[in-house]
């Protein structure tokens, strides 16, 4: 199944794959997320991933979409409020994921963006309650190495499974 992403300023892109996970229900009203994950590679070849310690598992930055909100300022301001790192959305979107769960369909959007700032001690992440809640922090490794540690958690949560 193929999508076309598209974001604020009106720049359609040709189609990306699609990953879909769960199946929409009949009888069910879904509310309607949309929501970018970006992936974040420093100069020397370092990506950044969210861990979420309480649920175990891993991911990479991002979250909602405001109302309004331009995808590129959406995934540089998420990475900014999970990592404290700046980065510079540089690419289209690469893929989408299409998922269904519980009564949640939520589309993300992922985006390649270059590092411009790892961030320091003063600008530490901005996690929700929620983000605190779940554990969340941060890390930067290797290329490749991502999926080699994401492959190898196993989430204790239904969530953790889905993504």
Known sequence: MLSYAVWKPGLVQSPVPTKVIGTRKDG???????????????????????????????????GGVEEGEDHRVAAEREVLEETGAQVSVHTACCTTVEEYRNDLHQISYCYRATLLDEGDSSSAPELTEDEVADGLSHEWVSVGKELEIMATVEPTSELGRYI
Request: aromatic share 8%.
């Open 28 to 62: 069910i009203v879904y509310q309607e997320r949309r929501a970018v994950r970006v992936l974040a590679i420093t100069p020397d070849d370092r990506v950044v991933i969210v861990k979420a310690s309480r649920d175990n598992y891993y991911k990479l930055p991002g």
